[in-house]
Structure formats: C-alpha cells, structure tokens
Nanobody, 120 residues
C-alpha cells in the first residue's frame, strides 16, 4: 500500500521559513516524479514545484527564488524548503507522486496535506 505522509507545516510569521517533508512508502521512489501542490481556501489547487527522478527541478513563478524542492531517494523523501514566506503562501500543501516515469500508464498518489499559515 502506497503512503505519502507530509509533515512540517504550521504557523509562521511573514518573512519566516518552513521546511515541508513528504515520506513515501510502498513504491519505488526513485522512479517517480514528485511534486508539491497547494490549495488556498476558495482557490484551485496550484502546482508549486516538481522534482524529476534525475533531481532536475521546476518551480512556479509565484515562488521562484523563495521555495526549493529536493529529494533524497535513500530516505524516500521529498522536501520543500520555503523561505521569505508571505501571507499569500497560506494554503494546504500536498505531496504528489506520479510514475513510474517510463511507464505509459502512470500511477498518481497523494498525501493527506499539511497546513501552512503565514500570519503575524
């Protein structure tokens, strides 16, 4: 059974930092594309950052220069380092695993989400 378990969310003041973690189990982590999404109240889910099995990354323009995604295949964990946080970063953050990257038909797994609140 595949599980993605996020952690690291919480309440932080504007300008602060948080690091989210997503620990995966039940899948061959190294061949999955890992992504972080977020969803703010009343808004659609937004793709924040992607890390390929090769560890190449893409981040959304809204967080570029502030957020960094990375992965540790040995620990089966993907991270999202969030710096210079703004109130508009407040959302539930979700981890997503899609793969295997070489398969024609890919699996799609989601974590339960972790709340990030940026407020003074």
């Amino acid at each position: 059974q595949v599980q993605l378990v996020e952690s690291g969310g919480g309440l932080v003041q504007p300008g602060g930092s948080l690091r989210l973690s997503c620990a995966a189990s039940g899948l061959t982590f190294s061949v999955y594309v890992m992504k972080w999404y977020r969803q703010a109240p009343g808004k659609e889910r937004e793709l924040v950052a992607t890390v390929q099995p090769s560890s190449s990354t893409v981040t959304a323009d809204s967080v570029k220069g502030r957020f960094t995604i990375s992965r540790d295949n040995a620990k089966k964990t993907v991270y999202l380092q969030m710096n210079s946080l703004k109130p508009e970063d407040t959302a539930v953050y979700y981890c997503n695993a899609r793969g295997p990257y070489y398969a024609n038909q890919k699996n799609d797994y989601w974590g339960q989400g972790t709340q990030v609140t940026v407020s003074s």
